[in-house]
Nanobody, 122 residues
C-alpha cells in the first residue's frame, strides 16, 4: 500500500500565498509522476500541475505564472507553492502519485491523498 498525506491548506486572502505539501509513504519502489488536482464545489476534479521524477513539469493554464510545483525525490514529497491566489482557486486540493510499489512482487500504483481545503476569501 502507498499512502499520501497532504498538509498546508487553509484560509488566505486574495493575493496571498500558500504552500501545500504531500508526502508519500509505504511500499514504494519508484515514484514516476506526482501531481496536484483540485475540485471546487459542484465541479469536476481538474489538473493543477504535475512533475515527473526528472523534474519535467506541466501546469493548467489557470496555474501558469502563479503556482510552482516541486518535489524532493529523497523524501517522496511534492510541493505546490501558490502565489497571487484568487477566490476562484478555492477548492479541495488532492495530491496524486503514480509509480511502482514493492510489496512482494513489483507492480504499479496510483494513489490519492485525502485532500486539503484551500479557501481564498476576504
Amino acid at each position: 500500500q502507498v499512502q499520501l498525506v497532504e498538509s498546508g491548506g487553509g484560509l488566505v486572502q486574495p493575493g496571498g500565498s500558500l504552500t501545500l505539501s504531500c508526502a508519500a509513504s509505504g511500499s514504494i519502489f519508484r515514484i514516476n509522476t506526482m501531481g496536484w488536482y483540485r475540485q471546487a464545489p459542484g465541479k469536476e476534479r481538474e489538473l493543477v500541475a504535475t512533475i515527473t521524477s526528472t523534474a519535467s513539469t506541466n501546469y493548467a493554464d489557470s496555474a501558469k505564472g502563479r503556482f510552482t510545483i516541486s518535489r524532493n525525490n529523497a523524501k517522496n514529497t511534492v510541493y505546490l507553492q501558490m502565489n497571487s491566489l484568487k477566490p476562484e482557486d478555492t477548492a479541495v486540493y488532492y495530491c496524486n502519485a503514480e509509480g511502482l510499489r514493492a510489496s512482494g512482487l513489483i507492480g504499479p500504483f496510483n494513489a490519492w491523498g485525502q485532500g486539503t481545503q484551500v479557501t481564498v476569501s476576504s
